[in-house]
């Protein structure tokens, strides 16, 4: 019998839909099943199909039901793609007593959420950077504290309305309620980095089938998120075009004997490929390295772009950790490492902790999972109160005050790395 609270995460991918069932008890988390089904109503992370997509869901979710025994009725669901925008804005409150209460936190990032945002774009994340009270800086977590002036610094993340209403619109049509959206590179950070890293600073490179998800944090709070329209389908479309095979043929060999330096491998090695005809022949596998290297450059190029507009020597981040199922390719760590001048680790789902050895511990060390895993421990660090995004009506400072509320808890929690994300524009 269950005890636990179930969460589940519903990643809704390019190549893959994953739903990942987790049962929080006592601050732990213990994954209980992984439904999948592999997707193709998506391009770049944006729903193009409604009707696949519709059914990819309701075959992962239905997947996941029957191993865990749950009936999967909300879901925290993933958003990504190239719509979505990130900026910083400002607010600032008088403190009208003289300690810093929950309300005036309240106060004052719903003074530094009032941003114009066109029509088009509903904001979906409201994250505080930092706290300044009175002049002093870098205060995560002011409540308690004493002074008379409270300024916040906020990033504000916001996506296409259509996108995310196609994304709900799936969601509700497979019959679930989204109980919260959320970014996904957001998500994968809060399953594959540690605190240290976030405090230093670190860039989070999820790279999926297709897309590239950024996000950059220092000090403990994210400053920078960009998704970039190149993944792991990319090196497979090259494999398929190099070696004139089919695209499925080049996916397998590419996760095979897939590497991506040039000089990393046996040059005289073979493998054994089958063409359009059906016909197996034998190929070096440096063929592979040769044609994906230069695609690996040019990714590990495309991220140091967005790192550095970022102004990262401002930053100072000390590593990058990537991850996502195309960060499993050997070697595209150390491609990055020479093009980043960084040091890069793969950064498997590590947030969880069993209860007892479940045996989902294997299946979800994986990087493909990292979205589907943080969706999970985005669920839990966020209360478990059933607000559903179907609730259209509910204003922006209403959710904004229920998060603050969730994320402060009444011991004080702080406000550290924690996301506030908004069901709905008003
Ligand atoms: N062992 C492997 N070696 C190389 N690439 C791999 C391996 N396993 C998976 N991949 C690649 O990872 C990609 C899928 O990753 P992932 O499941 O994270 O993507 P997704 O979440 O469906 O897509 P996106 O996040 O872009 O919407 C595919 O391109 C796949 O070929
Ligand atoms: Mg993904």
Redesign the pocket.
């Known amino acids: 019998m269950r005890r636990g609270n179930i969460i589940v995460g519903l990643?809704v991918?390019?190549?893959?839909i994953c739903a990942l069932v987790g049962e929080v008890m006592d601050n732990k988390i213990d994954i209980l099943a992984i439904g999948s089904a592999p997707?193709t109503g998506?391009r770049k992370?944006v729903v193009i199909n409604i009707e696949s997509t519709v059914d990819s869901i309701k075959r992962a979710v239905k997947e996941a039901e029957t191993i865990s025994g749950v009936e999967i009725r909300s879901v925290y669901v993933g958003i990504?793609g190239g719509h979505i925008k990130g900026f910083e804005s400002y607010g600032a409150v008088g403190i009208k007593g003289k300690e810093v209460r929950l309300q005036d936190v309240e106060r004052v990032i719903d003074s530094a959420s009032v941003v114009y945002v066109p029509l088009d774009r509903e904001v979906l994340h409201v994250i505080p950077i930092e706290f300044i009270l009175d002049g002093q800086d870098g205060i995560k977590d002011p409540v308690g504290m004493s002074g008379v002036r409270l300024e916040v610094k906020v990033h504000i993340i916001t996506g296409a309305v259509s996108s995310v209403q196609n994304l709900l619109k799936c969601c509700e049509r497979a019959g679930l309620d989204v109980i919260d959206i959320v970014l996904?590179p957001i998500a994968s950070a809060e399953a594959v980095l540690t605190e240290d890293e976030k405090d230093l600073g670190v860039a989070l490179v999820?790279i999926?089938?297709?897309?590239t998800?950024i996000a950059i944090y220092r000090d403990g709070s994210l400053r920078h998120t960009a998704v970039l329209a190149l993944?792991?389908?990319h090196?497979?479309n090259d494999i398929a075009i190099g070696l004139r095979i089919p695209v499925q043929e080049a996916?397998r060999i590419?996760?095979k004997y897939?590497y991506a330096i040039t000089g990393m491998a046996d040059g005289t090695e073979e493998m054994d490929v089958a063409g359009a005809d059906k016909q197996v022949r034998k190929i070096p596998r440096k063929y592979i390295a040769e044609i994906i290297q230069p695609r690996c450059e040019e990714l590990t190029e495309l991220i140091k772009r967005e790192i550095e507009n970022i102004s990262v020597q401002e930053l100072g981040l000390s590593g990058v950790v990537m991850t996502?199922?195309?960060s499993?390719?050997e070697g595209l760590d150390r491609v990055a490492e020479a093009g980043l001048g960084l040091p890069v680790r793969i950064g498997m789902p590590e947030g969880i902790k069993t209860s007892h050895v479940s045996p989902m511990q294997n299946a979800v060390s994986n990087?493909?999972y990292s979205?589907g895993i943080g969706l999970i421990l985005h669920g839990s660090a966020n209360g478990t109160e059933r607000v559903f995004y179907g609730d259209m009506f509910n204003g922006i400072f209403d959710r904004m005050k229920e998060w603050v509320k969730n994320l402060f808890g009444s011991n004080g929690h702080e406000l550290r790395g924690k996301t506030v994300s908004m069901k709905q524009r008003g």
Do not use: C, I, R, V
């Open positions: 990643d991918g390019t190549t893959k997707s998506l992370g990504a996904e999820d999926g089938g297709g897309t998800d993944g792991g389908n090196f497979t996916e590419k996760k897939g996502g199922g195309a499993l390719l990087p493909m979205t």
